[in-house]
């Protein structure tokens, strides 16, 4: 049956004007995809012209790798039966049901080149004298898919960046503990989004004190990890200052240098902190807090103590000045210290139940040794979680005094 061509071009008028005036190419083919009827933009898209799209099919008016190399019309070639538009197209005709959008990745020959374009295709069976015939848009999202593969790209170099971040991070974290016979130090890290704002250190000053730390940044990722390290790097400045002088930097002096170094105008940021100072002779434990969640203390018998004496957070202007305060540790009493991120996993009830839930965790393996009550609250705490991903870093450090050993 011979399709007169000028009747389907006129039969619609402000169709005709319609489909060539939108940027979307559109064009009507019968089940062998020979093209009755396309608009301006189906030109536009595959560089053709009007003369020659004469009884050509969709291969080769759009430039097909596959029909342009085998010189065969659509349908022919030996890429056919694999080729997602034609089969796409076939079944909305066989089933007269239309295709809603669709993706295809192919070469084209345009001017000769080979280019590859990203398309999205539409169809919608449709009936002309009786025939069936088939009207397909074809969106041409090369720009936006080349863009997406751009912008992939470049998270996956910020994914290898920020994981040779943690990977730094991790490393300034304590490598090798104090060999100080009466005291035993275990630590757990998870930081989120691979690099955080959390960062614990513990130094020995001489064969009778250590010194240590834990402290939060408030916010998360680079900016904050990049903070923690900042401090750090103060902190270990100080701590070697110390030394050279002959007498470390108490909790307090330490908290109020903070302070003064770190003002909230100039790095738009606070964060709080533990520091103590042990005295492994006689077991006297000074501490400042500034801002962060309360130190524990727990022992044989169930023994169990929060040292929530504190000021505020570092960063906000502190007046009067941070102090530091003492308590006295007793053989097996195991020092706990960690960030809120532990609290805010250890359930899903509210802070102020999850922090219930840690501590009568700790108060029930409060006789066991140091590393098992690591071992057993982040084990509490994965079982809690499950699955779920982290919004904030995770650290706890404990330290067991064992005792002055002479």
Not at 105 to 124: A, C, D, N, Q, W
Not at 323 to 340: A, S, V
Request: hydrophobic fraction near 40%; include cysteine; glycine fraction near 6%.
């Amino acid at each position: 049956m011979k399709i007169d061509i000028k009747a389907l071009k006129d039969s619609n008028e402000f169709l005709n004007l319609l489909l060539s005036n939108i940027d979307t190419a559109v064009f009507i083919a019968d089940e062998n995809l020979k093209i009755y009827q396309f608009n301006d933009s189906f030109l536009s898209l595959f560089k053709q012209s009007d003369e020659t799209m004469a009884e050509m099919t969709f291969g080769m008016a759009s430039g097909c790798i596959n029909a342009v190399r085998e010189n065969k019309p659509c349908g022919e070639t030996s890429a056919c039966r694999r080729c997602t538009l034609k089969q796409s197209l076939i079944n909305s005709l066989s089933i007269r049901k239309p295709n809603e959008k669709q993706s295809l990745e192919r070469m084209f020959y345009i001017h000769g080149l080979p280019v590859k374009k990203y398309l999205e295709f539409t169809s919608r069976p449709i009936s002309f004298h009786n025939r069936k015939m088939i009207l397909v848009f074809i969106y041409d999202v090369t720009k936006i898919e080349l863009s997406k593969m751009d912008l992939e790209k470049k998270q996956r170099q910020i994914d290898i960046d920020l994981e040779k971040a943690a990977e730094i991070q991790k490393n300034l974290l304590p490598r090798s503990l104090p060999d100080i016979p009466s005291i035993s130090i275990h630590w757990f890290f998870e930081p989120c989004r691979m690099v955080g704002g959390d960062i614990f250190h513990i130094y020995k000053e001489d064969d009778r004190y250590v010194s240590a730390y834990i402290l939060d940044v408030c916010g998360h990722g680079v900016s904050a990890a990049l903070i923690a390290v900042t401090v750090k790097q103060f902190l270990d400045q100080l701590h070697a200052l110390g030394l050279s002088r002959g007498y470390p930097f108490s909790p307090e002096n330490i908290l109020n240098l903070l302070e003064d170094e770190f003002p909230f105008e100039r790095f738009d940021c606070y964060f709080t902190i533990v520091h103590i100072r042990l005295d492994v002779q006689t077991g006297t434990l000074l501490y400042g807090c500034a801002g962060h969640v309360p130190p524990v203390v727990v022992g044989p018998n169930h023994r169990f103590k929060t040292l929530d004496r504190h000021g505020t957070i570092i960063g906000i202007g502190q007046n009067p000045p941070l102090k530091q305060y003492e308590t006295k540790l007793m053989p097996g009493d195991k020092l706990i210290l960690y960030t809120d991120g532990l609290i805010d996993y250890f359930g899903e009830k509210g802070a102020a139940k999850n922090k219930t839930d840690f501590y009568n965790l700790l108060k029930a393996i409060s006789n066991k040794p140091c590393k098992e009550i690591v071992t057993e609250v982040i084990a509490t705490l994965k079982k809690i979680r499950g699955q779920k991903s982290i919004d904030d870093d995770i650290s706890l450090l404990a330290i067991e005094y064992n005792g002055h050993q002479a």
